[in-house]
């Protein structure tokens, strides 16, 4: 007899032999609203990443919103003194009853120290807390606003400036960083989009701003306006932002190089400006601002850590492409600084026009930098450094129209719409080539270098252009002194960027075919006076 055959089972599943391995950007586990607290004594809790990155934050999240409004409310403290204060220009002197070379000091003494602390401000950063030295430049930063505003007389007002400089570079490489150390790795890029899109509707906004505070409760409010912003600024980064340190950092601080790199700068700086007094002591400040340049080189070659490597310069192609950043932001540096006198002086704008007048410009780079770096991608860097500094040399010439009375239509927008189109055509594929010609890993380090080589560009420019343009000290009283003035130094502008192009086409060279070409974290580049900062490692990821 045989056995009853079995009754039909289900169909069956077959179970797979070992789970699904399921990555963690895959996962669909909604993170805890705040990330866990970060363990006493140090700042990498578990889980951090290798650059001492806290668990990530969901930039969705309440506290992603938070961490990217208190990054862009830093930022945009520093990037708009560094374009407002020009616009207030006119009145600051009008109202402390300053000569021109007042006027110079007081853009000049806060790109000494900005420039000359910038590095050190990151590494202080990764040393001993991003959110800390962040949180310390924000309240420098406002405090020393706060000195600005209620200056007496203009050497409290320079003074001052020089302190908001070395507030603006504790907070300057701080407000990105916090962003690359605290926001998950997927939603990083659009954190980094956000931050950069609002900096540069900032940067557009600024000399508008800046117009209307002068011409309406005075130019102290475009200092005292950082007041508020840092109260605003600072509780929401205690509260929200978490610590983070990179554990590699080690060595100690370059101090030496960093004193060394200032005072030659200051030095160089005061021999340009106060050579028209004829004093004894111009003569030696130029030679010991030039034997502190040689020194601080020397300095560098033999320090262990030292703030500015040498070997980095062994990339000639880096070494190229900030030669071509000295010339193009020398260019920039001395155009807006006078630029905005020639409208107020010259052509009779209120301080509120003439800050408008600049808006075309930064609009085109908000507008369009993007796409002007995925353009200098795909052809290569050595047009777009070629022709964007011929562009901008043109739109300088064009200034040239620009006398009393003048017409914005006719006269002023069609100078600034062909230099914003050479803006957009060169800054954004310079800071690609410049993270480009290094190995990934020094990718911040290049960035801070080129950034404050920038800034060192348009502080000398603004020293040595009103001298080689024979601008007396009263100059800027006269409309027509200064018109004349005005008309002899924007060739000068305008043979420094040909220069640079120049300098491009002879130098700088398309990556070989399959060398990764990394694409900055920036791609909205808006500010006028330094290519925008890069984060440690940020190229290799």
Excluded at 32 to 49: H, I, L, T, V
Excluded at 141 to 159: T, W
Aim: proline share 10%.
């Amino acid at each position: 007899m045989t056995a009853p055959a079995d009754p039909p089972a289900d169909p069956p599943v077959e179970p797979p032999a070992d789970p699904p391995v399921e990555s963690p950007a895959d996962r669909p586990v909604e993170p805890p609203a705040d990330p866990p607290a970060e363990p006493p004594g140090g700042s990498r809790g578990p889980g951090a990443g290798p650059s001492g990155q806290v668990p990530g934050v969901r930039l969705a999240s309440a506290r992603g919103r938070w961490i990217l409004l208190t990054t862009v409310l830093g930022s945009a403290m520093a990037l708009l003194d560094s374009t407002v204060v020009n616009v207030a220009l006119p009145a600051i002197g009008e109202d402390l009853g300053a000569d021109l070379a007042v006027l110079q000091w007081t853009v000049n003494a806060y790109l000494l120290t900005l420039a000359g602390l910038i590095l050190v401000g990151g590494a202080l950063g990764d040393r001993f807390g991003r959110r800390r030295i962040f949180v310390l430049g924000v309240v420098w930063f406002a405090a020393a606003s706060l000195l600005c505003g209620i200056a007496p007389n203009a050497g409290v007002l320079i003074a001052a400036r020089a302190l908001q400089g070395i507030g603006g570079a504790l907070l300057t490489p701080g407000s990105l960083a916090l962003i690359q150390a605290s926001i998950r790795a997927g939603d990083r890029g659009r954190a980094v989009g956000l931050w950069s899109g609002l900096g540069g509707v900032g940067a557009a906004v600024g000399p508008f701003l800046g117009g209307w505070l002068v011409d309406g409760p005075g130019w102290r409010w475009v200092f005292l306006l950082n007041v508020p912003v840092a109260a605003l600024c600072v509780p929401v980064a205690l509260r929200h932002v978490p610590e983070s340190r990179d554990p590699r950092a080690h060595g100690r601080f370059d101090v030496a190089g960093a004193v060394l790199a200032a005072a030659a700068l200051a030095l160089l700086t005061y021999a340009l400006i106060e050579a028209r007094s004829g004093s004894p002591l111009v003569p030696a400040a130029a030679v010991g601002g030039v034997l502190l340049a040689c020194a601080f080189v020397y300095v560098e070659h033999e320090r262990a850590h030292p703030m500015v490597p040498p070997d980095i310069f062994a990339s000639r192609q880096f070494t190229a492409v900030n030669l071509v950043t000295l010339c193009v932001y020398a260019a920039f540096g001395g155009f807006f600084f006078l630029v905005v006198l020639q409208l107020q002086v010259v052509a009779g704008y209120s301080a509120l026009a003439s800050g408008a007048a600049l808006l075309p410009t930064t609009v085109l780079m908000l507008l369009l930098s993007a796409r002007s770096g995925e353009f200098g991608e795909r052809i290569g860097p050595r047009i777009p450094l070629t022709v964007g500094p011929l562009l901008c040399a043109a739109g300088m010439l064009l200034m040239l129209r620009v006398g009393p009375d003048a017409s914005y239509v006719r006269d002023v927008l069609p100078a600034l719409l062909v230099l914003g189109a050479g803006m957009v055509t060169l800054v954004a594929p310079l800071t690609t080539t410049v993270l480009a010609s290094v190995d990934p890993g020094r990718a911040g380090l290049a960035s801070g270098i080129n950034n404050a080589a920038a800034r060192a560009a348009g502080l000398l420019a603004v020293a040595a252009l009103p001298l080689l343009a024979g601008m007396g000290p009263e100059a800027y009283r006269s409309a027509e002194q200064f018109d004349a003035a005005f008309d002899r130094a924007m060739p000068w502008c305008a043979g420094i960027l040909v220069a640079g192009s120049v300098l491009a086409w002879a130098t700088v060279r398309k990556p070989a075919p399959g060398t990764p070409y990394p694409r900055p974290q920036c791609r909205t580049q808006c500010a006028v006076t330094a290519p925008p900062l890069e984060p440690p490692g940020a190229a290799e990821r």
